[in-house]
């Protein structure tokens, strides 16, 4: 059984940094893409950015490209989303997701996480 854990969520203020974890397990993830999600309260879940082995990264993200980075350890089964210079609008749940290809639906994802809360402070 697949199982998507996250971790690395918190409180942090306007101009921090946070790098959030997500480790895999329940098989072999080398060929599947995890991705990174958020959602805001009363808003809907949007795509952050997503990284596999075939393609690389990808950033859905227009306001965090040049903040956030995503890397990999497939050694770890885990991947990760560095966060830098956040601001009060990056402030969400985050989901860590897993699909066989990179994609910015949320309905395409086969595997989902159970989300860390990133709070960012004015």
């Known amino acids: 059984q697949v199982q998507l854990v996250e971790s690395g969520g918190g409180l942090v203020q306007a101009g921090g940094s946070l790098r959030l974890s997500c480790a895999a397990s329940?098989?072999?993830?080398?060929?599947?893409?995890m991705g990174w999600f958020r959602q805001a309260p009363g808003k809907e879940r949007e795509a952050v950015s997503c990284?596999?082995?075939?393609?690389?990264?990808?950033y859905y993200l227009n306001s965090a490209k040049g903040r956030f980075t995503i890397s990999s350890d497939s050694a770890k089964n885990t991947v990760y989303l560095q966060m830098d210079s956040l601001k009060p609008e990056d402030t969400a749940m985050y989901y860590c997701?897993?699909?066989?290809?990179?994609?910015?639906?949320?309905?395409?994802?086969?595997?989902w996480g159970q989300g860390t809360q990133v709070t960012v402070s004015s």
């Open positions: 329940g098989r072999s993830f080398s060929s599947y893409a």
């Open positions: 990284t596999s082995g075939r393609n690389g990264p990808v």
């Open positions: 997701a897993l699909n066989g290809l990179c994609s910015p639906d949320p309905s395409d994802q086969a595997h």
